[in-house]
C-alpha cells in the first residue's frame, strides 16, 4: 500500500504503554510514528504514559496509570478523553495496539458513529474482554497464525513491526563465537530451562547470556529457580543473568552472539526473534509460526520445544560452522524480516485494513 493513500486520515490510536524508555514496551513508540508518517494526525488514548518523543502530528492523553490512578478513574479518564477527541476530531478510523480492553470499551460508541476498529492481539490468553473487543471490532490484526487465540472469522495475519534501520547488523562488531545469547523478558513462557539443559550438554567453551527484565513477583521467583538449576546442572559459571538494555543498545548485544535462541512457544510472537535476525544474526525458533520467516533455513533454526537434546544438536551443528557460514544464514533471515516483518511495511498493512473496513462501510 502506498502511504500517500492514507494522508488525509485521523487517526484514533488506543495503546498499552506510551514512553520510548520503557524496557519492554518502548519500541510501540515507533509504531505510533510509522504510522503518524502516513495519516494527518493520531490521537492515543494510553493507559501510561512516560517519555515521549514523537512529531507534532500526534497528541497523547492518558488514563493515569502513571499517576497511580485506581481502575474506576483509569475508566472515566479513557471516556473523557475518548468523547473529547470525538466532539473535535472527525475520526477516520481507530487502530488498537495490545490494549483489548480499550477496543472492549469504545467499541460501542466507535460502532454507532460508524468508526471502524481494528484491534492487535497476539497472545494465548483468552478472556470475556478479549470476546467483547472481537464482538466490536471490525478487524482482529496479530502477527503469526496461531498468535490469536479466538474465532477466526475476523482475523488478519500482518506481521510484526521490526524497525530494521536501528535493528541492523553493528559494523565492526567483535563476535564472540562461543556466546549464546537469550533476550526478553524472564518469564516461564520463554522456558529458559531448556536452554540451561542444552547448554549442559554442550562443550565448556561455549556460554550463555540471558538478557532481560522481570516484571513482578513470579518472574523474579522464576529468575531464582533458573539460577539453581544452573548451579544444579553445574554450568552457573557458563551462565551470565544481564539486566535488560535500552532499544537502542540491543543490535550491539545481537551483534555480539554466535548465535540468539527464542524457546517462545506457539500461540506467541515473540519480537527479540525477530529482532535478532534483523541484525544479522542466526536465531534458533521454537515456534512453528516462524516457518515463513526461516525459510531455506527452517530445518537447522527450528527445535522441538522443550527438547533439550534437539536444541542441542541444532546449536552443535551451528557453532561448528564458520563465522562467514552464519554470517550468510544472518543476512539471509534480515532479507526475510525486511520482506515480511518491516516496520514500515505493517504500518502501510493496519492502515489498509482500516481502508478495507471503512469501503466495506460505504
Known amino acids: 500500500m502506498n502511504a500517500s493513500r492514507s494522508s488525509d486520515m485521523r487517526l484514533l490510536l488506543f495503546n498499552l504503554v506510551t514512553d520510548v524508555g520503557h524496557p519492554i514496551l518502548g519500541f510501540t513508540t515507533q509504531w505510533v510514528r510509522a504510522l503518524a508518517e502516513r495519516v494527518r494526525s493520531v490521537d492515543v488514548i494510553t493507559m501510561m504514559a512516560g517519555e515521549l518523543d514523537l512529531p507534532s502530528n ?32 472527525k475520526i477516520d478510523g481507530c487502530f488498537s495496539h495490545m490494549i483489548h480492553v480499550f477496543s472492549a470499551l469504545a467499541g460501542p460508541v466507535l460502532r454507532a458513529r460508524r468508526i471502524p476498529l481494528v484491534t492487535w492481539y497476539a497472545h494465548p490468553s ?15 490484526v496479530t502477527s503469526l497464525p496461531n498468535a490469536y487465540p479466538y474465532r477466526k472469522d475476523k482475523v488478519a495475519v500482518i506481521g510484526q513491526g521490526i524497525d ?72 552457573e559459571g557458563r551462565v551470565v543473568f544481564a539486566p535488560p538494555a535500552p532499544r537502542e543498545e540491543l543490535p550491539a ?14 500461540g506467541f510472537g515473540d519480537k527479540v526473534a525477530w529482532e535478532a535476525m534483523s541484525c544479522g544474526r542466526p536465531c534458533l525458533v521454537a515456534n512453528d509460526d516462524f516457518r515463513e520467516t526461516l525459510g531455506r533455513c527452517e530445518n537447522d533454526l ?7 537434546a534437539d536444541l542441542a544438536g541444532k546449536l552443535r551443528v551451528l557453532l561448528a560452522k564458520s563465522a562467514a557460514e552464519r554470517n550468510e544464514i544472518g543476512t539471509y533471515l534480515r532479507t526475510q524480516v525486511g520482506r515480511l516483518h518491516s516496520l514500515p511495511g505493517l504500518a502501510d498493512r493496519i492502515l489498509e485494513q482500516l481502508a478495507q473496513c471503512r469501503a466495506a462501510r460505504a
Not at 216 to 232: F, K, N
Not at 302 to 308: I, N, S, T
Open 302 to 308: 527450528l527445535f522441538r520445544g522443550e527438547d533439550a
Open 253 to 266: 548485544h545481537y551483534s555480539r552472539c554466535a548465535v540468539h535462541v527464542n524457546l517462545t512457544p506457539a
Open 58 to 89: 500526534v497528541r497523547v492523553h492518558s488514563a493515569g496509570k502513571e499517576h497511580g490512578y485506581h481502575e474506576p478513574r483509569r475508566v472515566v479518564e479513557f471516556y473523557r478523553h475518548l468523547f473529547k477527541i470525538l466532539g473535535q476530531t
Open 126 to 140: 483468552l478472556s470475556r474482554s478479549l470476546k467483547v473487543a472481537h464482538f466490536f471490532s471490525n478487524r482482529m
Open 164 to 235: 530494521s534501520t536501528l535493528f541492523a547488523p553493528v559494523a565492526n562488531s567483535a563476535v564472540d563465537d562461543h556466546l549464546i545469547l537469550c533476550v526478553g523478558r524472564i518469564s516461564r513462557v520463554k522456558n529458559h530451562p531448556t536452554l540451561l539443559r542444552a547448554l549442559a550438554l554442550l562443550p565448556e567453551q561455549f556460554h550463555l547470556v540471558i538478557l532481560g527484565a522481570t516484571a513482578g513477583a513470579d518472574d523474579e521467583a522464576y529468575t531464582v529457580e533458573l539460577r539453581s538449576l544452573a548451579a544444579e546442572l553445574r554450568i
